[in-house]
């Protein structure tokens, strides 16, 4: 089904060409557009789910590519939603950097402050932060949030403006797709660029970026990145980005789950963490992540890694949902998951991935925190 009428097409590229000229002239002044309808871009999702190719249809039949291509010369005003532990370094560095920043109420004063001391300007709701915005980037908890804050009630879908939508979260790779084929017929194209690496890197500036999406979008949004990442990986098209995120937090939670049942297993015949850590440190099976996770169980350092057991629980979930879609057999990613259900199960959802150690030890009867690995009735091994 074409996504609009010819003459429609031909009444959206007059009003996107006036709208272009308009923003570029007027930076610093809200533009309204006059609403553009169009049939809805979700009728060519289709039975057989080829959401890319949807949205390539989409994004072509909106003129999207063409707006996007020819706005990029002016410099681009970006929206943040989400400044938490990872959002207030990225936004940071996005404002310190040259883009005129603004940033919607969030329940973390701290950081709302500290970045208007920076320049960032506060709105209240997101259809002010449409009208302040050429590129939205969101790094909130995942899917749900998502979603509401795109196509839900005073979501930004809902503002009648035409932007570019980066969502930086961990999110279900199917409602990526499905959001980028409903955004596309609101003038919104959207990126999934979620993160690697820690809220320290964040506020350095050197976070590792998966990014999905069609070819000029990226390229549109890639100097925002820049701002806030060290590597940039291009993925593939759009979902592609959230896909990689959930392989990727696959492999780094495994570690963790195997990191804290050795220790536990460890402790029981008497080896301390100071010991393991002894031989696994600098040798083949040393990482970055080992590094960061033993930060915390040699030093009790809390800020090691400020992931939460709940969100790679959250994370978990998905790739469990993406492998049964799949048809692929996970049966480690399914022990994985119960690693970290336990411990959310325990009252750990909030303690950071690298205090999972404490919590399996706990189980087994031994403790960690101490030099010299202990039975909790305080009998040496």
Not at 253 to 258: I, K, N, P, T
């Amino acid at each position: 089904m074409a996504c609009a009428s010819k003459g429609t097409r031909r009444r959206a590229s007059a009003i996107r060409t006036a709208f272009i000229v308009a923003s570029i002239a007027t930076r610093s002044r809200t533009f309204k557009r006059p609403h553009i309808s169009t049939v809805p871009c979700s009728a060519e999702l289709g039975p057989s789910g080829n959401g890319a190719l949807a949205v390539t249809r989409c994004l072509k039949t909106h003129n999207l590519r063409a707006v996007i291509e020819e706005d990029s010369m002016a410099l681009d005003r970006i929206g943040f939603v989400g400044v938490g532990l990872m959002g207030h370094g990225m936004a940071k560095n996005i404002v310190e950097k040259g883009h005129p920043l603004t940033i919607v109420a969030h329940h973390r004063r701290e950081s709302i402050e500290d970045l208007k001391s920076r320049g960032a300007k506060e709105v209240q709701t997101l259809h002010e932060l449409a009208a302040a915005s050429d590129i939205v980037v969101l790094c909130v908890t995942g899917s749900p949030q998502v979603e509401a804050i795109l196509t839900g009630p005073g979501g930004l879908a809902s503002a009648g403006k035409e932007l570019i939508v980066v969502d930086c979260s961990t999110s279900d790779p199917s409602s990526t797709v499905k959001l980028a084929v409903a955004l596309a017929s609101h003038g919104i194209a959207l990126v999934d660029a979620p993160l690697s690496r820690t809220p320290k890197d964040a506020e350095a500036g050197t976070l590792d970026v998966m990014a999905g999406g069609d070819d000029a979008v990226f390229e549109r949004v890639r100097p925002v990145l820049e701002k806030f990442a060290g590597r940039i990986l291009r993925t593939g098209p759009v979902g592609s980005g959230h896909t990689m995120k959930l392989l990727n937090n696959f492999v780094s939670l495994g570690y963790a789950a195997l990191y804290s049942e050795a220790l536990a297993l460890g402790a029981k015949a008497g080896l301390t963490p100071q010991v393991f850590d002894s031989v696994i440190r600098n040798g083949r099976m040393d990482c970055g992540f080992y590094q960061t996770f033993f930060t915390w169980v040699l030093e009790r350092d809390p800020n090691a890694h400020r992931f939460t057991i709940a969100n790679a629980l959250k994370d978990l979930t998905y790739l469990s949902g993406y492998a049964n879609a799949s048809g692929t057999a996970n049966p480690l990613g399914a022990a994985v998951r119960n690693s970290f259900a336990f411990a959310a199960g325990a009252g750990k959802a909030g303690d950071f991935v690298p205090m999972l150690s404490d919590a399996v030890a706990a189980m087994n009867g031994v403790s960690l925190a101490g030099t010299t690995a202990q039975a909790t009735t305080g009998v040496k091994k």
